[in-house]
């Protein structure tokens, strides 16, 4: 499979039998959305939390491809309230399949809320991911979060082999709680996400990787860039 990292916290999963699935899509308004890329069809979509910078594209793209969008219940009630009535809700400790992937919501620690002209709408709990491909290798993408003892939990009831983390510091952990998430999660491989967005996120990989050391493995993507998994 392929991931592609389409800046901040969007990545796009690309399986062998060349399903798509888009996580936390933001695309217009992304700084960093890489110049030129077609997106193509979806089908099936993750969400970890309300904010703008982590759904901003997702109820356009919903409408476009009717593609299940996975989400806390709370999300759910606000994408039917914008007419996505292929909303997939749950919520952490369970798990469920799409396009082909089994996904378990996890926790994190972090808020969740949409905009909604002026009012704040309430997005229920911030959640990470479990991803679990057709062979059985496990990815954990843990949304936006602090580092929490708890990884240690996920760790040891699905050994991920890859995690996707935030490193910019201000909204999320930056390196330093990033480099204890990765020895909490076990895991060698990291990719690293949300830095370098805006000037404020400042957490860098090369910081990552010193904290870290050579045995495990910081994957430094540009936006637009495929990592082949
Ligand atoms: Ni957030
Ligand atoms: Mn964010």
């Known amino acids: 499979m392929n991931i592609t990292w389409l800046g901040h ?52 793209i919903a409408k476009k491809d009717a593609c299940p969008v996975v989400c806390n219940f709370e999300i759910s009630l606000w994408l039917a309230s914008k007419g996505i009535e292929t909303a997939r809700p749950m919520n952490k400790g369970g798990a469920q399949t799409v396009a082909g992937l089994r996904v378990t919501m996890t926790h994190a620690f972090h808020s969740s809320s949409m905009q909604d002209g002026e009012h704040v709408v309430y997005g229920g709990e911030a959640a990470g991911y479990i991803i679990e491909l057709p062979d059985g290798r496990r990815i954990y993408f843990a949304g936006d979060t602090n580092v929490f003892g708890d990884m240690r939990l996920i760790a040891r009831l699905y050994e991920p082999d890859l995690a996707i983390l935030p490193i910019g510091d201000l909204y999320t952990m930056g390196p330093k709680e990033a480099a204890i998430a990765v020895e909490f999660l076990g895991v060698k491989h990291v990719i690293p996400m949300h830095y370098g967005t805006f000037p404020p996120l400042t957490g860098t990989p090369e910081a990552l990787q010193e904290l870290v050391g050579s045995d495990v493995e910081v994957i430094e993507l540009k936006p637009g860039e495929a990592y082949a998994y």
């Open 9 to 60: 916290s969007t990545f796009l999963f690309t399986l062998g039998d060349r399903k798509n699935v888009l996580i936390d899509p933001w695309i217009h308004g992304n700084p960093k959305s890489p110049q030129g890329f077609n997106l193509p069809h979806i089908d099936a979509m993750l969400l970890s939390h309300g904010h703008g910078d982590h759904t901003g594209d997702a109820i356009a």
